[in-house]
């Protein structure tokens, strides 16, 4: 058991390292065959101007997604760690996947876009995390890292390259495909023994103080996560113009409903950690169309309603609707990433 | 009760919506009649250029002043959460106001200058809310930031256009009005039967760790604060570097001072999460200005001097100036905004 | 004794004033005699360029460094206040020395350049803390950072210009020279009536969390930190491009190692804190050459080893080798910061 963890760990690390031995190298060794206007210069100055976005969605990952789930008062550390592990996995085996797909088994060329890249690669892992958090082992951990990037780098090769869908904020290749595979991966590993852990998932008053770290972080830097891929220009602007709007009317949608579902009017701190975010998630997918400032507000608003009553709806089932709405509470960090899905995904969840 | 705060937040992101569709427009769609040399491609490298500092100043508005108030242990969800409901709705009404009296009733085309607007008018809010934390509903928060950045807006016209009075870092028409305006908020809502509230505003060790959080991130992009709505090249560049230089030096006679007050010479957490900040207040009206980098030293460290003392000589007055001094401890988190008025402000209080 | 501190740091801070009046101007007052074809322009886009890269490196020094040491859960507020305090001091005495010693006693012209290199001097001394916390008073902290730096900056002079020695990452000049320096001071303070303080050094499970915060900041940032000097363009993107492969590479060996060396597998949060940061370190000679990413992960994996057996090593002296392992407990900050010097320091320090 203590050596399984070390061992899968390493044998991956040494096999990341040959491959990117034999497939990857610097964006300045490219020979210029299909775009030979193209200095390495213009390449480095354009690695440079992203380079700040990219930064943003690094600490989203990393602060955003590690300390989002440190609400659960027995897993702040659990969360933060593995979260870092993950992501570090993640990283290298997400450069490389998505790589090769679009390189269609060529060398390599690491610039900004591999990395940002791999850092979205990694944000798919980090949402399915939140479903499976305290129910699976680290080397599993590991393990389920490279089978979700292996899938989610073929759907959205599949979504992205052959049906041309529009999705710049990756709300239905991330958000989505990180759900669902994590409400997959929970229900295979689900025991009926572990029902009454319910006490190792409480809160305490400074986890959740530690867990508004994530949000905000997560909330103030999701414009630059949806534009950070979307074609440099007016595309870009408007990807985080319309975002940010988005964002700041679910807030408030967010913060009504909450108080307006609570016994006695009280904001529930769980939807202001979730749903807030939920205006990112929603307007993800057309966020570098022209839906106009007010148009990215209806969206934003709506998502605030409809992720606050789908943690509502949930709550509703807990007592006579046993596995699952235990399984909805442990998944409390998954619901956090994407709120839109709760209804249609609750039905098929109910028979477990 | 329980609906008031929902019906208040619905209404006001129902107006929100309407007031962007009709006055709102990207941008981009701008018909270039004023400067007809500014293509759109200008224009978004402009909005990409300032990108970062905006995204500073955006950490600041809801890590920085989020995690500020946590250090009031009883406090801690309310001043995190709450400073994000108030923010998301600042933002909108701000970048509203700011358009329309800018643009003289005009379409407003949002870029990257309107939401630095924004967050300005939303810091303006803040500053106020720390005199008010805790005697305060959410409601009437909601309500007292529509009715302040009003006035904000109203009054920033005043100075900036109208008496062009130089004020780049925006310390007289953000944290001096957000003070003096939540002071009088303080006033009015003043009730007798709260005099015993005091363990309520006790700080607990964990809670001021949090604070620092807020401190710390507040004082690292202060530059970018004063920085960002100067002219670029230039003038940006001195707004940087002198507010830079006023902070370090602050810190220096904020620690000394806070030593040499303080029984045994001790440190007050208090003064260094507030006192290190007045340097960046202090060089504010200045920033843009060439006060040469020993000129912005010696402005900061007077700062930090008169902010240890105003917090001190306010303590003095704790045992007999009841109401006065129970005020001044509420509003302790009003005083880490804006320093340098302590000893005026503290004569018209007496009298409360 | 009380006085003793504030009268220091007042005398520092009016000395920096006097030698800034003197020597620092602004770096568009230069008069361009080397650089004729370098206008203000030129040095102003070049300044905000930068900026985004700088403002990485002061988040590590003033959040990562701040609170990394928090661990120890009572010492919180001394690792973040003393940190805030000295890297104040710091930034500006490390902006004269270097500004003086590179310009040969010139006046020096305050632009981006030397705004990093008191970030970097302010590292060398924030290392060395980590060795000396809980046994220095204030007061001696002032002290040796204006000795520090002063030596910092003879010996930085020494190895860049005059032995042309490559390090672009400083890993030599500031992470060696702040780890022995700091040992060096430790071991003239060392007082055997000391050794019963263990129970001061213990972490608890929310100091924890918040060392979390400054590994994180410290760990996404390091890419800046090993580019920010590197000459931009091809260079500059070489050294954030194999930093950042050399980090996530650090993890999984420090983690799998961690898993190895602890009873029961279990992983130690003084490694993920600490060894996840080697390989950062580690590939800061050299980050700018061509070592390839595979080359920067091979170099990470190994860092992240060396660091945790490092670690493990010491803790067997535990028992029969008191002063030392005492020593080693006290100095667990000093070495987050350089691993790689572990088992050479050890021996030295024995005979203490």
Redesign the interface.
């Known amino acids: ?7 899968v ?2 044998v ?2 040494v096999a ?3 491959l ?2 034999y497939f ?5 060794e490219q020979i210029n065959l299909q775009q030979p206007n193209t200095t ?2 213009t390449k ?1 100055d354009r ?3 992203l ?3 990219f ?2 969605v ?2 989203m990952i ?2 955003g997604f ?2 989002l789930m ?1 609400f659960l008062k027995n897993y ?2 659990s969360s ?2 593995i979260n ?2 993950i992501a ?2 993640g ?2 085996w997400g450069t490389f996947m998505w790589g090769i797909v679009h390189n269609h088994g060529q060398k390599i060329h ?1 610039g900004i876009k591999n ?1 940002i890249n791999g850092d979205l690669s990694t944000a798919t892992v980090l949402i399915s995390f939140g479903a499976v958090l305290g129910k699976i082992s ?1 080397t599993q951990m590991l393990v389920m890292t490279i089978l979700e990037i292996a899938a989610f780098v073929g759907n959205e090769y599949l979504v992205g390259e052959i049906f041309k869908a529009s999705d710049i904020g990756a709300s239905m290749t991330i958000h989505a495909f990180g759900a669902y595979f994590g409400l997959a991966v929970a229900g295979i590993l689900y025991q009926p023994s572990l029902r009454k852990g319910h006490e190792m998932e409480k809160s305490a ?2 986890s ?3 867990a ?2 994530g949000t ?2 997560l ?3 999701w414009p ?1 996560f949806n534009s950070v891929i979307a074609e ?3 595309k ?3 990807a ?2 319309n975002t ?2 988005s ?3 679910c ?3 967010a ?3 909450s ?2 579902v609570e016994k ?2 009280r ?1 529930d ?1 769980v939807h ?1 950690q979730n749903a ?1 975010l939920a205006g990112g998630v929603a307007v993800g997918t057309c966020a570098d169309m ?1 839906i ?3 148009g990215s ?2 969206i934003g ?1 709506i998502a605030g309603i409809v992720s606050v009553f789908g943690f509502k709806f949930l709550t509703v089932y807990h007592g006579h609707a046993g596995s699952c709405s235990r399984f909805f509470h442990r998944n409390g960090s998954c619901w956090r990433a994407d709120h839109r899905f709760n209804s249609q995904v609750h039905c098929p969840w109910t028979t477990i």
């Not at 058991?1 to 061992?7: D, E, G, I, N, P």
């Not at 990857?24 to 300045?28: A, D, N, Q, R, W």
């Open positions: 058991m203590k050596l399984k963890f070390s061992v760990a390493i991956l690390e990341m390292i040959i990117f031995g990857v190298e610097y964006e300045t390495n210069s480095v690695f440079l101007e380079h700040s976005l930064q943003d690094h600490v990393f602060v590690g300390f440190t702040g550390f933060v760690g870092l592990l570090a996995l990283l290298q690491i990395m680290p008053y400074h959740d103080l530690f508004m770290i905000l972080f909330w103030m830097f630059s440099t220009g007016e870009q602007y408007m985080i113009v940010y709007f964002l700041v009317a807030v408030l949608t913060y009504a409903f108080s307006l006695r009017g904001l701190m202001i807030t022209k106009h400032p007010y507000m209806i608003s």
